[in-house]
Structures are given as C-alpha cells and as structure tokens.
C-alpha cells in the first residue's frame, strides 16, 4: 500500500510540472511561440562560438539501407525533404477541405480570399523581381510569396481582442490557398531535372491511392505504406518531395457528412506533431544566420530587400488591393462586420512569410551568402510585419465596454 501511494505521490507530482506546458499547449498561439524560441535560439547559435558545431551538427550525414539499396543525407536534407513532407501532408488536407467542405468550396466563399491570396503572391514576386531581375539571386521570386498562416493566426488572436471571427476565417482561407499557390510554384519552378520513369511511378502510386478511396477503403495503413512508396518515387523523380504530401493527402477519403472520416482523423493528429514538433525542429535546422557576419553585406544586397519589400509592403497591397477589386466587380462580397480597415490590418499579417519563405529559399539558392541574404530579410519582413500587423489589427478592434478591446 505504501509503495501504491507513493507511486500515486509521484504521478501527482510529475501531473503538477507537466500542467502548466499541458495549458500552454491549448492556446492558439502557442505554436506561433514556440517557432519564435526555435529560431530564436538558432540565431543565437549560429553567431555564438559554438557556430561551427553547431552548423556540423546538421550537415551530419544520415544513410537509411534496405538491403542493397540505401541514402545517405545531412541531418538538414532529412529535415527539409523527410519531415516536411508530413508538414505539406497536412497542407494538402486542409486545402482539400477547404475545397470540398469549406471556405473555398463555392466560387461565392472561394472569391475573396482567393483573389487577396493570388494578389498577395503576384505583387510581392513582381516587387522582388523588380529589384532582382538581373542579378544573382533572380531565381528566389517566389520566396516572398507564401504566408505563416501559425504565426499570422496566432499573432492575430493575441491582439485582435473583439475582432469579427468572419476576418480569422478570411485569413485561413486565404492562407490556405496561398499554400496551394505556393505548392504549385514549388512543383513548377524549384524542381530539378526530371526523371521520367520514377515520375510515371509516382502517377501510378497516386491513381493506386486513389482507386483505394473510390473502393471506400478508410483504414489509415495502406496509405501510409503507399505514401512512403510515393515519396520515395517523387524524390527520385527530381520534384521537390515534399510534393509528395500534398499528393497523398489529396487521395486521403473525406466524407462531408461524416467528422471522423480519414482526412479529419488524419488532420486532428497530426496537427500536434506539426505544430509541437517538426515545424520547430525546421525552424532551428534553417532560422540559423552569421548576422554579425553578413548583415552589412545583406542590408547593401537586392535579394535581402527584395524580400522585405515583397512581404512588408507587397504583401498588404497585393492582397486588399485585389480582394478590393473583386468586391468593386460585384465577384465578391466583404464578410459581415468586417471592414477594409481590418483587412488591410489582416493582410499586413500576411506578410509573415517565415516557415514558408524559408523552405522556398532552402530550394531557391544554393550559394550560402544568397541564403543568408534572404533568411534575414525573411526574419527582418517577418518581425516588421508582426509588428504593423499586430498594431493595425489593434487599433481596427471594436472596443470592449472595458476600453481594452476585449
């Protein structure tokens, strides 16, 4: 009995330390926190006197073998073409979703966010190439394209106070078919030298998952099995793999009236994995910049500029001037409740590209002083958009009867 309730005292007391992250874990934004620490404390690392072990630590090289056959990558190369994928994988569910069930299923929802998600890609791509197109780092356009939608939602639950929930629907729905954007221009442009064999097998892959769906197969294994068999042939294909996850999740069986079909169960589990675990551990693997070394040579350099200009101003403009133009064509409607002010608010948190613009950039450049040109513009625009956005946002929430907002 003794040794029962002391068993039970401990439980109760590891219970007590484990609470308080438990807690943390359930807030909106506590994903959008614990990317900042990660790249955070990979900048730290990098211009610390441990910049070289760390740097060594993840170009480490890994080998996976079967049987005869094997791969041999850097911790990074893992990271950036294994992990990601499960992180597009997620990507890919909610913009089926969204496009069968959701925000983006009717040309009326669809309309709107889409035009501020087509206006806030073309806008910061044309300021970027305005201010590159003869240079060195050209080919990183799409870099400032492609919007943090855990950072932007996060940042805008902290401040938004009494905001119309009708604007936190606008911002996922347009960052979502961001993403969609940013998918296509990855698969179109950041794509090596195909290989047309391993290509026509990952089409075969693709038609066998989805013959699976169409027999209303809804037991998660033989996806997962004939998904890693499609990353496998994507990344051998010469397209990026993380192409891979969007593919299988668009094979992935939803039924709409149903909410514990395939796609959410898939979608509800590995939100915490994403959020928690893989978008942080990408944040510390890539987020890492020689400042100290490369900020005078950045602050003089199109590319770093270029991508502030794309995402701090491109990004505002492109989207409210484009879902402004829609609405003016009667294409569209603005939400109730909602007006310009918020979404030129919104669309300032738009311009947290971070996670995205970061991957984009890791396919974009392989001349480590162009990379680290755009980290810091990314990470520069990033806080800057923060910034504006969160005060914008502020200052465009109805007031409580408190006078906070809330």
């Not at 959008?32 to 170009?59: K, M, T, Y």
């Not at 893992?78 to 499960?86: A, K, P, S, Y």
């Not at 069930?101 to 040309?107: A, I, N, P, Q, V």
């Not at 979404?343 to 001349?367: E, P, R, Y």
Request: hydrophobic content about 55%.
């Amino acid at each position: 009995m003794h040794a029962m309730s002391d068993a039970l005292n401990q439980f109760g007391r590891l219970a007590g330390l484990t609470r308080p992250f438990v807690t943390f874990a359930r807030h909106s934004w506590a994903g959008g926190v614990l990317l900042l620490v990660c790249a955070v404390v990979a900048i730290v690392c990098a211009n610390s006197p441990w910049r070289e072990a760390w740097d060594h630590f993840w170009h480490t090289d890994i080998g996976i073998t079967f049987g005869r056959v094997g791969m041999t990558h850097s911790l990074a190369h893992w990271i950036n073409d294994g992990l990601m994928v499960v992180f597009f994988l997620l990507v890919g569910l909610e913009i089926k979703r969204e496009m069968i069930s959701g925000e983006l299923s009717t040309m009326q929802k669809a309309m709107l966010p889409i035009a501020g998600a087509i206006g806030g890609m073309v806008v910061p791509a044309g300021i970027y190439a305005l201010m590159n197109h003869d240079g060195a780092g050209a080919h990183g356009w799409g870099i400032p394209m492609a919007t943090d939608i855990a950072f932007a939602l996060g940042i805008m639950r902290l401040v938004a106070g009494r905001i119309p929930a009708a604007l936190f629907v606008f911002l996922t729905a347009l960052a979502i078919a961001d993403d969609l954007g940013a998918v296509l221009v990855i698969a179109a442009f950041y794509t090596a030298n195909l290989d047309m064999g391993a290509l026509a097998a990952a089409g075969a892959l693709v038609a066998a998952l989805y013959s699976l769906n169409r027999l209303g197969v809804t037991a998660g294994f033989p996806y997962v099995i004939g998904g890693i068999a499609l990353w496998i042939a994507v990344m051998a294909s010469g397209v990026h793999a993380t192409i891979a996850g969007v593919l299988l999740a668009l094979t992935i069986p939803l039924r709409e009236d149903h909410h514990e079909s395939t796609l959410h169960r898939w979608e509800h589990n590995l939100h915490p994995w994403i959020t928690f675990v893989i978008v942080p551990v990408f944040a510390l693997a890539n987020a890492g910049v020689d400042i100290g070394g490369n900020l005078q040579v950045a602050l003089q350099a199109p590319v770093f500029w270029g991508v502030v200009g794309g995402l701090v101003v491109g990004k505002p403009l492109g989207i409210t001037g484009l879902a402004w133009l829609v609405v003016r064509m009667r294409l569209a409607t603005l939400p109730d409740g909602v007006t310009w002010k918020q979404v030129f608010a919104v669309a300032c948190l738009g311009g947290i590209g971070f996670t995205m613009s970061l991957f984009i950039n890791s396919l974009a450049f392989s001349d480590a002083l162009l990379i680290d040109e755009a980290k810091m513009g990314i990470i520069a625009a990033s806080l800057a958009a923060t910034a504006i956005g969160a005060l914008l946002c502020r200052a465009a929430s109805p007031r409580g009867p408190d006078g906070d907002g809330r």
